[in-house]
C-alpha cells in the first residue's frame, strides 16, 4: 500500500494499474462521512458513474425496490418530481437506469460528453442523499401503491408501479423458480426476503418503515461510488465531497447482512407456480437443485463455482446437461445463478419433467456427478470452457452496453462484502487459479464439496397449477372487496378524497423555475456530423468481399451472408430450425462433444441465424439471408474458418435420439421466451397478418414457430427420419456461392490475412444457382387476443403509415421522444400502472404503440387512439425541443464496439441504405420544429382509426373483453 495522500476530503488508501483492462485504479475512502470510492481510470470515453448501497430487505414489502423507484422522483436541488424522466429524454446518456438486487440498489449513469457526465452524477447523487421522498408521501403511493377509487359505487383497486411490475413478474415462472430457489436456501436470513416485493405484501408497507429504510440505508458510510474512464475526477471528486458527502459524519450503525446457518441435511420441498387453465400439466413440473457454498467476498471460489457451471453444464460437451437431455426426464435443462450473494448459491433447474420421474432424475443427477468425480472431468472441456471465458474477459461486454458499467457489476458484488474492489478487475491471477483444474482435480473436488456432500442444499419440485394467475387475481379482489365493506362512509369518502387529492399531485405540471435548475446542453454542444462507418468493398466473381478495417484488439469478426432468395415460404421455420441445431450435432469430421470443444478452445463465439431484413428503398422486398458469424484472436483464424465450415456446412442428422431431444430442448427454451418477450409477441402478431416481414419473423421466432416446434414435437417418433432428410435437404440447398457475402472487421493486416486464408471455406461452398422464389403475400385483417397464465396484459397498437400516404423522417424519432417520455409515460405507467411503455415509428413505415405489464387493456387502447388530440395541444419552449432533440441524438450516437460498426456498415450495405441517408435523419432530427409535432396528428389518427391491435394477456381479462377481438389464441399449447 502507497502513501495516504488527501484529496477532496477522500484518503488514498491504494493505486494500482491493471494491464488487463488497461487502466488505473485509485481506491479512496471520504474521511468525514466514510463513503467508499474507486476511480478506475482509463482512456474510454463511455465514462461511468455509479453509486451503490448495501440494501438489505426486512420483509416482502419490496421496500428496498419501492426506494430505488422514489429517490428518482425530484431531490432538494432538482425539485421537479419528473426529473429522472427529463434527464432521459433531453441528456447524452449512453446509460441512465436503477436497479435493485437481493442485497444492493445501484444508480448507474454513463455519457460520452463530460459536461453531460457531471450533469448526471450530479443530479444521481442529489436523488439519492437528498430525495424528496421526507416532504412528499405521494411519491411512495405512486412508485409502491395507493388505493384507487373515485366513487363510492367503484371497486377499490390497488395501483402502483412497483405493485404491478411485481405483479407481472410473479407471473413468470422463471422468475419464480429462482426467487424461491434463493429463498429456500436462507431459512434466517433476510436473503429469504423478495426485496423486488411480493405483490401480495408490497400494501404492507408504511410511509414511516419506508422513511427509515432510507435513513438506515442511504448514508454516505454505506455508499460505494464507482467511477470509470477519461473523466475529470478532481471536478467530480470536489462536488461529491462538497455538496453532499461533508454534510454526513460516519458516527452510523454499519448494515449488517447476517450469516445463514449451513443445513444438516439437504432440504426438500414443493412450490407452485400458475398454468393456463385447462393445460395438461403431467409434463410441466420443474425441479430445481440449489447449493450454497463459499462465501464472500472470496474470488476465487465465485469464479471457480461459476467456470464448474460452464463444464457441468453450459456447451454442447457438458456432461452434466448431456445425461439429463438423453435421459429425456427432462426437456431443458440450465443454471441458477446467485454467486454474488454473501454465500454464493447455485442451483441447477430441469424443466418439462413428469412428476413420477423426478427421483430417478434426483439419482441421476447424483450419480452423473460420482462418475465425473471418480473418472475426472475430460481436460479438453475444462480448456475449452476456461479459453472462452477468457476471451470474454478480454474482449469485454458486446452489444450496447458501457464496458465501465459491465466491469462495475463485476467490483460491486465483491466490494459491498468487504473485499478489495481492485482485486475484482485484475483478472489475470483468478485465472491463472482456475487453470490448476488442467493439471489436477480442482474441479473434481469442486463438486465433492459444493454439491455432493453440501448439505446446505435443497430440492424443490415446482408444481404446475392450472389457473392459478387467475385465483391469485380473484384473491386479491374479493380481499378488497371485503376491506371496502368494512369501511365507515367517512372512511370511504376519505379515501375517495385522497385518491383525488392524489391524482391532482399527479397531474401538476413541473413549475418552469424547477425544470430550469435540470442542468442541460444546447444544440451547440451536438455534432451536426453523423458518423461514418467504413467500408471497403471488393468483388470476386458471384461474391462480394465487405471489409471494415479498425481497431479490434487483435480479434477478427468474421461473417458470411449465405443468399436465401430461393426460398419458399414453407421452408423458413426449417431454416429457423437448422440454424439453431448448429453446434449442437456431429459434423463430417467432429462428434458434436469434439467440435464444442475445439469451438470454445480456439474461437470467441461461432454461430448461424437468420437474418431477414426489408429493403431500404422498397419495404416489401424482404432480404432473407443466413449469417453464419465467428470471432477469434487474430493467430486462430485459420482454425476459426475451418471450424466455421464444420459447424454450418457439414452438420449431420442421422443420431436420431439426439435430433428428438434438441428439438424437445428448442421448443421448451422458446416457450420460456415467449413470457420474456411478451411484448413482443404482441407487437409482432399485431402486424403478421398484414405485413410480410412481420409473418415470416413470426413463422421463424414467434408464435407461428412455436406452433412449429410443437407440431414436430408430437410426430417425433413415428416422423424423426422425415424431419432428418428435411434438414439434410436445407444443408444442400441453401447454401450456394451465388450473392455469397463476406464480411471481416479488423484491423488492416488482420483482414489481409483472413482474406488470404478464406480459401478452405470458400471451397467448401457448392457454386449452385436457383432462381429466386416468386412471393405472394396476402395480406388479411383481424385483431387477436393472446391467452397467456400472466395478472397482467401487453397491448399493441398501430399500423403502416407508407399506406396511408406518409413517408418516413428523422423527425419521427423527436416524436417518438415525446410520446415516450411524456404522453404514455404520464397516461399509462403513472396514470394506469403499467410498468413500461412506448411507441415506435420503424424506417420501414410500421408505427406501433405497446404497454409492458400492463394492469389494464381498454383504457389503453384508448389512451393510444387519443394521441392525436394529445399532440395538437402540445406545447413546448424553443429549449424543451431542445432536449427532445438532444434525447434523441443520444441514441443516435450511442457508440459501437467494433464488431457493432461491421455489423451496422453490413446492414446498409444489404438494405441499401447510405450515408447520406443517415446524415438525412440527422439533420431532420436537429431540425425538428413544433410544428412537426402538432403535424404528426393527423398521421397518427389516420393509422389509428385502422383499429388494428393485439393483446397478450391474461386470461379472464381478454375473455371479459372478447367483443374487440376477432379471435382468442392460447399463447401456449
Ligand atoms: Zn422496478
Known amino acids: 500500500m502507497k502513501k495516504q495522500v488527501e484529496k477532496n476530503g477522500f484518503e488514498l488508501l491504494e493505486t494500482r494499474e491493471i494491464k488487463e483492462i488497461s487502466a488505473t485504479a485509485y481506491y479512496y475512502e471520504h474521511k468525514k462521512s466514510g463513503a467508499h470510492f474507486l476511480n478506475v481510470k482509463c482512456e474510454d470515453n463511455n465514462k461511468v458513474f455509479c ?23 425530484g431531490s432538494k436541488n432538482f425539485p421537479a418530481k419528473s426529473t429522472f424522466m427529463e434527464l432521459i429524454k433531453g441528456s447524452l446518456h449512453t446509460f441512465i437506469n ?32 437528498f430525495p424528496k421522498i421526507y416532504e412528499q408521501p405521494h411519491i411512495l403511493s405512486q412508485e409502491g401503491w395507493h388505493y384507487d377509487i373515485k366513487d363510492p359505487e367503484d371497486e377499490l383497486k390497488i395501483i402502483g408501479v412497483v405493485y404491478n411490475e411485481m405483479k407481472g413478474a410473479y407471473s413468470s415462472p422463471d422468475n419464480l423458480i429462482e426467487l424461491n430457489n434463493q429463498i429456500a436456501q436462507f431459512p434466517d436470513s433476510p436473503y429469504k426476503y423478495d426485496s423486488g416485493g411480493n405483490p401480495k405484501e408490497i400494501p404492507q408497507l408504511t410511509y414511516e418503515d419506508f422513511i427509515n429504510f432510507h435513513k438506515k440505508h442511504y448514508h454516505p458510510s454505506n455508499s460505494y461510488i464507482f467511477l470509470y474512464g477519461d473523466a475529470d475526477e478532481n471536478e467530480i471528486m470536489e462536488m461529491m465531497d462538497k455538496e453532499y458527502l461533508s454534510q454526513f459524519k460516519k458516527d452510523v450503525e454499519p448494515v449488517e447482512l447476517p450469516f445463514q446457518k449451513p443445513f444438516t441435511r439437504t432440504k426438500k420441498l414443493e412450490v407452485e407456480y400458475p398454468v393456463e387453465e385447462g393445460k395438461d400439466i403431467s409434463e410441466q413440473y420443474h425441479l430445481s437443485l440449489n447449493y450454497t457454498y463459499g462465501k464472500n467476498p472470496d474470488l476465487i471460489t465465485v469464479f471457480a463455482i461459476n467456470a464448474l457451471m460452464d463444464i457441468l453444464m453450459s456447451t454442447p460437451a457438458s456432461p452434466l446437461k448431456r445425461a439429463i437431455l438423453e435421459s429425456g426426464l427432462a426437456h431443458d435443462v440450465r443454471v441458477s445463478f446467485n454467486i454474488c450473494i454473501l454465500q454464493p448459491t447455485f442451483g441447477i433447474i430441469c424443466k418439462e419433467v413428469k412428476k413420477e420421474n423426478i427421483p430417478a432424475l434426483v439419482q441421476l443427477i447424483t450419480d452423473e456427478l460420482n462418475r465425473l468425480v471418480k473418472e475426472g472431468i475430460d481436460k479438453k472441456l475444462i480448456e475449452a470452457v476456461l479459453n472462452r471465458r477468457e476471451f470474454f474477459l478480454r474482449e469485454g461486454p458486446s452489444g450496447n452496453f458501457p464496458k465501465g458499467l459491465y466491469y462495475a457489476f463485476n467490483v460491486y458484488h465483491h466490494w459491498i462484502h468487504g473485499g478489495n474492489p481492485i482485486d475484482a478487475l485484475a483478472f489475470e491471477d483468478i485465472l491463472k487459479e482456475l487453470r490448476r483444474g488442467l493439471t489436477e482435480p480442482y474441479y473434481e473436488e469442486l463438486i465433492k464439496k459444493s454439491m455432493l456432500k453440501n448439505h446446505h442444499s435443497s430440492q424443490i419440485t415446482y408444481v404446475p397449477v392450472p389457473g392459478l394467475a387467475n385465483k391469485w387475481e380473484q384473491e386479491i379482489k374479493e380481499k378488497l372487496a371485503e376491506e371496502k365493506k368494512k369501511l365507515s362512509e367517512a372512511m370511504l369518502n376519505k379515501l375517495i378524497e385522497e385518491t383525488r387529492e392524489f391524482q391532482q399531485w399527479q397531474q401538476q405540471q413541473p413549475t418552469p423555475e424547477e425544470l430550469a435548475r435540470i442542468p442541460f446542453l444546447t444544440l451547440e454542444d451536438i455534432n451536426p456530423e453523423a458518423e461514418a462507418y467504413p467500408l471497403e468493398l471488393e468483388k470476386l466473381g458471384t461474391k462480394t468481399i ?44 467432429y462428434n458434436y462433444v469434439d467440435l464444442s470443444n475445439e469451438i470454445y478452445s480456439h474461437t470467441g463465439d461461432l454461430n448461424l441465424i437468420l437474418n ?39 452438420p449431420l442428422f442421422d443420431d436420431y435420439d439426439r435430433l428428438k431431444l434438441l428439438i424437445r430442448e428448442a421448443k421448451a427454451k422458446l416457450q420460456t ?4 418477450f411478451a411484448e413482443s409477441i404482441a407487437i409482432n402478431r399485431l402486424f403478421a397478418p398484414s405485413s410480410q416481414i412481420h409473418h415470416f419473423l413470426d413463422l421463424t421466432s414467434g408464435l407461428d414457430y412455436y406452433r412449429f416446434l410443437c407440431d414436430l414435437d408430437k410426430k417425433l ?86 399506406r396511408k400516404g406518409y413517408s418516413y423522417s428523422g423527425k419521427l424519432r423527436v416524436l417518438t421522444n415525446i410520446l415516450n417520455s411524456e404522453y404514455l409515460y404520464r397516461e399509462l405507467r403513472e396514470k394506469g400502472g403499467a410498468y413500461g411503455t412506448w411507441a415506435g415509428f420503424t424506417l420501414n413505415g410500421y408505427m406501433y404503440f405497446v404497454s409492458y405489464r400492463d394492469p389494464n387493456l381498454e383504457r389503453t387502447l384508448e389512451v393510444y387512439d387519443q394521441t392525436p388530440e394529445y399532440l395538437r395541444n402540445f406545447e413546448c419552449s424553443k429549449r424543451d425541443m431542445e432536449r427532445y432533440i438532444i434525447g434523441d441524438i443520444s441514441n443516435l450516437d450511442y457508440p459501437k464496439t467494433p ?67 376477432d379471435r382468442l389464441t392460447p399463447l401456449l399449447s
Open 98 to 129: 436503477a436497479m435493485t438486487d437481493s442485497d444492493m440498489t445501484l444508480y448507474p449513469v454513463a455519457s460520452t460528453n463530460n459536461k453531460d457526465f457531471y450533469n448526471l452524477a450530479r443530479v444521481y447523487m442529489d436523488s439519492v442523499f
Open 899 to 965: 464488431e457493432g460498426k461491421g455489423a451496422q456498415s453490413d446492414d446498409d450495405y444489404i438494405t441499401g441504405f447510405t450515408q447520406e441517408d443517415r446524415q438525412q435523419i440527422r439533420d431532420e432530427v436537429l431540425s425538428t420544429r413544433l410544428e412537426d409535432i402538432h403535424q404528426y396528428a393527423d398521421m397518427i389518427e389516420e393509422v389509428m382509426s385502422m383499429n388494428h391491435y393485439c393483446v397478450v394477456g391474461n386470461e379472464a381479462k381478454l375473455k371479459a373483453a372478447s367483443k374487440l377481438f
Open 612 to 650: 431477414l431484413r426489408p429493403s431500404y428503398q422498397d419495404p416489401d422486398i424482404i432480404l432473407l439471408k443466413f449469417l453464419l458469424s465467428g470471432k477469434a484472436l487474430q493467430n486462430k483464424t485459420d482454425k476459426l474458418i475451418e471450424l466455421a465450415k464444420e459447424f454450418a456446412l457439414y
Open 717 to 802: 417418433d413415428q416422423d424423426i427420419e422425415n424431419i432428418a432428410h428435411k434438414l439434410e435437404q436445407v444443408r444442400e440447398t441453401y447454401f450456394c456461392q451465388n450473392n455469397l457475402l463476406i464480411s471481416i472487421t479488423s484491423d488492416e493486416e488482420a483482414i489481409k490475412e483472413t482474406i488470404n486464408g478464406l480459401n478452405p471455406l470458400l471451397d467448401a461452398i457448392p457454386d449452385k444457382v436457383y432462381p429466386p422464389f416468386e412471393r405472394y403475400f396476402h395480406p388479411t385483417d383481424f385483431n387477436e387476443g393472446i391467452i397467456a397464465p400472466i395478472q397482467v396484459q401487453y397491448c399493441a397498437k398501430g399500423g403502416n403509415f407508407f
Open 546 to 589: 465487405l471489409t471494415h478495417p479498425l481497431k479490434t484488439n487483435g480479434i477478427v469478426y468474421l461473417k458470411a451472408y449465405f443468399d436465401l432468395d430461393h426460398s419458399p415460404e414453407e421452408d423458413l421455420p426449417w431454416l429457423a430450425l437448422y440454424a439453431s441445431l448448429m453446434g449442437m450435432v456431429d459434423s463430417k469430421n
Open 673 to 676: 421466451r415467449l413470457f420474456y
Open 51 to 73: 453509486v451503490t448501497f448495501k440494501t438489505v430487505p426486512q420483509d416482502n414489502t419490496g421496500c428496498p425496490h419501492i426506494m430505488e423507484h422514489s429517490v428518482l422522483n
